[in-house]
């Protein structure tokens, strides 16, 4: 039950990432929808084997997360969570790739694990991208900008309910944990008898909880539409911001930035 409530005030965590008054949360949601988009489709173009091209694309999360004042530990602890799914995919590519792509201090190192490493490496930058997109813009705003550039209103709709009554879900999956653990003197442990009852109850309580708010929607106009009272407008910032990534991420993708860095330094770039 701890663990459960843990979740669910980190939920809220985010949520009050999101109304921080801070530049990143300032940025238009249709702006940051589309460098989001950008970023994600710029680092999957890398090909399979690219470690170093994709080692300045780094920035991005690191400068947009001290922007919108996310913290960076949180980042990670999301980042370590999810990060066995990328392993699980490329988990098998050093056995299937076995050609040795370079030498390092005598030992071939086979692009199966280049590979692997490349695919863990897109998954982090996108991934800690996503979340710091995610906890710097409210899913309203969200919701608004993706209807704004031509998403369906079913969709939006959609979106929205699952936001708004998740919270409703847990605080009502946290009621009923709370009545057993109070019933069995705090017994964490839960048969699967136990736990299917407690979903078949829940799920009828979520039942009749929809039906009561569809009711009350209707009873108040509600048009399958969600009207937002907060208007969304492009700035002068927004179209700073927009112009900066775009171009630096255009600059990353034709550029080996990462290479000419190490001849700027070790001085062979002056040559």
């Known amino acids: 039950m701890i663990s459960f409530e843990k979740e669910y005030f980190n939920l809220g965590f985010i949520d009050k990432l999101a109304y921080k008054d801070c530049f990143m949360q300032s940025i238009d949601p249709r702006v940051k929808i589309i460098t989001t988009a950008a970023f994600t489709i710029v680092v999957v173009s890398y090909s399979k084997y690219e470690l170093t091209g994709l080692m300045p694309f780094f920035l991005f999360p690191m400068v947009c997360s001290s922007l919108g004042d996310v913290p960076l530990k ?14 699980l995919i490329g988990i098998f590519n050093p056995l299937i790739d076995t050609k040795p792509v370079f030498f390092f201090m005598n030992t071939s190192v086979s692009g199966g694990w280049i ?42 709709s959609q979106l929205m309910f699952l936001y708004r009554y998740i919270f409703v879900l847990a605080e009502e999956t946290m009621r009923m944990l709370r009545a057993r653990g109070l019933r069995t003197f705090g017994e964490v442990n839960m048969s699967m008898k136990d736990f299917i009852n407690l979903a078949g109850l829940l799920f009828i309580k979520t039942c009749e909880r929809a039906e009561r708010i569809y ?57």
């Open 74 to 87: 949180y980042v990670l602890k999301k980042l370590l969570f999810f990060s066995v799914f990328p392993l």
């Open 115 to 156: 590979s692997l490493i490349s695919i863990f490496l897109k998954f982090q930058l996108t991934f800690s991208f996503a979340v710091i997109f995610i906890a710097t813009t409210p899913l309203p705003q969200v919701c608004a900008g993706l209807k704004r550039l031509g998403v369906p209103d079913i969709f939006t």
């Open 215 to 271: 009711r009350a929607m209707l009873s108040r106009g509600f048009s399958n539409t969600i009207h937002s009272i907060k208007d969304i407008s492009i700035k002068h910032t927004d179209l700073l911001y927009l112009a900066i990534t775009t171009g630096l991420l255009i600059f990353f993708r034709l550029y080996d930035v990462a290479a000419l860095s190490g001849r700027a330094i070790t001085g062979g770039f002056l040559r």
